[in-house]
Structure formats: structure tokens, C-alpha cells
């Protein structure tokens, strides 16, 4: 099992997180979300176990890149509707994960196109971008 804590972002509480080393931690660029880390995020000293998450949602290649090397991303989570030639361009510089939104209907075959990405992250749909906590 590994243990994920997102939304992160006030410099003190992240420091914080970061002494119980949880395997990931992830930083929201999504402005649309409550938990965006905003334009002025300025990411504190992490152990090197932690892998740091970028979540994007339908962002444009060239600025998850910048975002990426400026924060010194390990991995993205993609939670939009990105396309497998995106996700398999982006996996060449970084670990990927991408989200599915599941319902009863979902067809989990649609993964298959995904091959390129690290894992698969099955999240409760709704109309909302991100976890519904469902």
C-alpha cells in the first residue's frame, strides 16, 4: 500500500506532512480547484522518498513542463481529458499518472490506451474535476 496526501499547500502544513513520509505528496496547478497552490507556491526542502506530484487538469503540454522543471516535479496526475499521445509524450520526461472518473458503466478497456502512463488513479465520476471524497 501506498500512502498519497494531495492539496498540499502552505509551506508550514507541508513540512509537517513531510515528517510522517508519506510515498507521495501532490501540489494542485489547477486553478479551477479549491486546493490550487496559486502563482506565488514556492515549494519547501522535501525528503528525497517523497514523491512530489504535479495534478494538472487539461493544461496545455508546455506549461506542465515548465511547472514540472520549476518545482522539480517526480510525477504528474492528470485528471482532464488528456489524450494517450499527450500522456505518452509528457511520460518521456516524467512518471504519469492518469485519472479515470468511474461509474457503473465505466469500460476499463479504455485504459489500454494509456500504456505509457506509471498507474492508473479510479476516482468516483462526477462533473467536477479531481476527488469527489466519494
Not at 513531510?18 to 496559486?38: C, Q
Not at 517523497?50 to 510525477?75: C, H, P, Q, T
Amino acid at each position: 500500500m501506498k500512502l498519497k496526501v494531495c492539496g498540499m499547500r502552505e509551506p508550514d502544513n507541508i513540512r509537517e506532512v513531510a515528517k510522517l513520509l508519506p510515498d507521495f505528496m501532490g501540489f494542485i496547478f489547477y486553478n479551477g480547484s479549491k486546493r490550487y497552490v496559486g502563482e506565488r507556491f514556492e515549494m519547501p526542502e522535501l525528503p528525497s522518498s517523497i514523491v512530489k506530484v504535479g495534478v494538472f487538469v487539461n493544461e496545455a503540454e508546455s506549461k506542465v513542463l515548465e511547472v514540472v522543471e520549476r518545482y522539480e516535479l517526480d510525477m504528474l496526475q492528470l485528471h482532464g481529458e488528456e489524450s494517450p499521445e499527450l500522456c505518452e509524450r509528457l511520460a518521456k520526461k516524467v512518471k504519469v499518472m492518469k485519472a479515470f472518473g468511474v461509474e457503473e458503466s465505466f469500460d476499463f478497456s479504455a485504459t489500454a490506451d494509456y500504456s505509457s502512463c506509471s498507474f492508473f488513479l479510479f476516482d468516483t465520476a462526477s462533473k467536477q474535476y479531481g476527488g469527489t471524497g466519494k
